[in-house]
């Protein structure tokens, strides 16, 4: 572990010089944390055919060739405040779009449940609507990590998207639990139905909060 925070440090420092300033941009963040991935994984595949750690990254470095270009448009768009406010309002109008159907969705199932709980139907048709909670949670969090603040960058897509999953897979296990355990009226079907979703989800959850994410401080 410490091996890979030496090797993660010595990339980003790199990163960090080659960019020195240029103005701060969303885009420069994303551009950043890509070249961190690929950097990454070149110097995993050059350790592993048998270079020592500082050769695995002097080979990594000198294959991602001249950035003059990349710095060139980063420079641009960091100078062109109009194009960095328009990309940053529409990133935004995204974001909210997606806070407001999540909301939305997750509200629509639980009034629906309220609804049918006062109703004369089964109690696991009760229960049934509540997976709109499932679905507007996960849109929830994937859209609040995606967006941009003022004292934050967005996260990065696909690391958002896993954080998605893993919340929508801990509120489908409570979903499971209460549908299975309403419907058998056993409890340890409940519990054991419950488990196993939920084992799987903080099981995703932890390994997102223990993997070391790239700082989004402005």
Known sequence: ???????????????????????????????????????????????????????AFKAAINSMGDLSGL???????????????????MASRISTAGLIVGILIAVFGALTSTMLYFMPVPGEAVFGPAIFIVVGGALITYSVLTRETTFKYAMNKIRA????????ILLFSLYVGFISGWATGEVFIAISSFMMFFIIGLGLLLGLIFSKGTDRRK
Request: zero cysteines.
């Open 161 to 168: 998207l896993l954080y998605a999953v893993a919340i929508g």
């Open 71 to 89: 710095k060139e448009d980063m420079r641009q768009i960091g100078d062109d405040h109009t194009k960095k406010a328009v990309y940053t309002s």
């Open 1 to 55: 572990m410490k091996q890979k925070n030496k090797a993660d440090d010595q990339i980003r420092n790199y990163l960090d010089r080659e960019f020195a300033g240029i103005g701060e941009s969303q885009q420069l963040f994303e551009l950043k944390e890509e070249l961190m991935m690929n950097l990454k994984e070149k110097v995993r595949d050059y350790e592993k055919a048998g270079k020592t750690e500082d050769e």
